[in-house]
């Protein structure tokens, strides 16, 4: 090689996947390839929340001293019972589809809400948000779907 000449020297690894990641990024998701990927049709064995790990707090908490025997009581990962059961209360006390609410009132559950007296086109209204009037009126609010 003569001195003159220029030659580029290769990128590094991390160089090139920093390239290809802001490639990506930049592609609208029809213009990626899946041609190469089989499509799934059957998800009758797919398991919901396999790798969802919520994120844990330790605080303080105090609970009856009955409550906390009562857990323990059930043997070792009573902490793991009480964080169940409480999850399983917020399941049963979440807002369900076709759950009423008036104007005014704070909004139990983000997702789409529709008039209960109008076949409209449902509005989204975010969970803690007042219900707003329709068409200048108070109304009562519908859920028809969670978000």
């Not at 009856?64 to 209360?89: P, S």
């Not at 449902?122 to 200048?136: D, F, H, K, N, V």
Request: with cysteine; proline share 5%; hydrophobic share 35%.
């Amino acid at each position: 090689m003569s001195a003159g000449s220029t030659r580029k020297k290769p990128a590094s690894n991390a160089a090139k996947q920093r390239h290809e990641l802001s490639r990506l990024r930049d592609m609208r998701d029809r213009e990626v390839d899946t041609s190469d990927i089989p499509e799934v049709l059957d998800w009758s064995k797919a398991q919901v929340g396999k790798f969802f790990r919520p994120i844990k707090q330790q605080i303080t908490l105090r609970i009856d001293a009955d409550i906390i025997a009562w857990f323990k009581a059930r043997g070792e990962g009573y902490q793991t019972a009480v964080n169940e059961a409480l999850r399983e209360h917020l399941r049963r006390r979440a807002a369900s589809v076709g759950q009423l609410v008036k104007t005014g009132e704070r909004c139990p559950e983000s997702g789409m809400w529709q008039p209960l007296d109008s076949n409209e086109d449902a509005s989204p209204i975010a969970l803690g948000s007042p219900m707003p009037s329709y068409r200048r009126k108070s109304v009562v609010w519908k859920l028809v779907q969670r978000a």
